[in-house]
T-cell receptor, first 113, second 114 residues
Framework: DVKVTQSSRYLVKRTGEKVFLECVQD?????MFWYRQDPGLGLRLIYF???????EKGDIPEGYSVSREKKERFSLILESASTNQTSMYLC????????????FGPGTRLTVT | AQSVTQPDIHITVSEGASLELRCNYS??????LFWYVQSPGQGLQLLLK??????LVQGIKGFEAEFKRSQSSFNLRKPSVHWSDAAEYFC????????????FGSGTQLTVLP
């Protein structure tokens, strides 16, 4: 089974802090994704990566950056956390031939105070 | 731009009753369509997908969905709901051109009464 793990299930940070959310997948998938999930808005794509050191902006990249130094790991970075970034963050991965069949991690619920 | 609408925010059904969750998409060409389920405290899991061919697709856990081009719909159905089906359900679409980005609906929360 594909396994996508996220470093924390719950995280509380202060406004202005730099926040790192880590995602690791164990199936050698080329594609990795970061979404945020908010009630009534569904999932919105922040960034995705289709190869090591490659990244593309999704629909809502403002206030975020990403890093992919190794194939199995995709990090989401909040350079200066703000309260409007309080949300559930979901990581996903997929094979290159079927990028839309994504496997999701359990999510990190981030609260910024 | 493609979009997905799930008109029902919350649906409640009794265990054993049938279920239909609605999904409407907006896209000019033939879309690729998906249903995902998110159980409490879990990530999303793919239930089923439609790319082409037979418009009635079968998925896991006894779910099926029917693609209706004339209605721009891809509704999810299950003949008899189990308590373990209580979850949030998301419809998603991807354009045949982009091949990378999924666009998700806002989700439908399903409550199952004993």
């Amino acid at each position: 089974d594909v396994k996508v793990t996220q470093s924390s299930r719950y995280l509380v940070k202060r406004t202005g802090e730099k926040v790192f959310l880590e995602c690791v997948q164990d199936m050698d998938h080329e594609n990795m994704f970061w979404y945020r999930q908010d009630p009534g808005l569904g999932l919105r794509l922040i960034y995705f990566s289709y190869d090591v050191k490659m990244k593309e902006k999704g629909d809502i990249p403002e206030g975020y950056s990403v890093s992919r130094e190794k194939k199995e790991r995709f990090s989401l970075i909040l350079e200066s956390a703000s309260t409007n970034q309080t949300s559930m963050y979901l990581c996903a991965s997929s094979l290159p031939g079927v990028p839309y069949e994504q496997y999701f991690g359990p999510g990190t619920r981030l609260t910024v105070t | 731009a493609q979009s997905v609408t799930q008109p029902d925010i919350h649906i409640t059904v009794s265990e054993g009753a049938s279920l239909e969750l609605r999904c409407n998409y907006s896209y000019g060409a033939t879309p690729y369509l998906f249903w995902y389920v998110q159980s409490p405290g879990q990530g999303l899991q793919l239930l089923l997908k439609y790319f082409s061919g037979d418009t009635l697709v079968q998925g896991i856990k006894g779910f099926e969905a029917e693609f209706k081009r004339s209605q721009s719909s891809f509704n999810l159905r299950k003949p008899s709901v189990h308590w373990s089906d209580a979850a949030e359900y998301f419809c998603a679409v991807v354009s045949s051109g982009s091949a990378r980005q999924l666009t998700f609906g806002s989700g439908t929360q399903l409550t199952v009464l004993p």
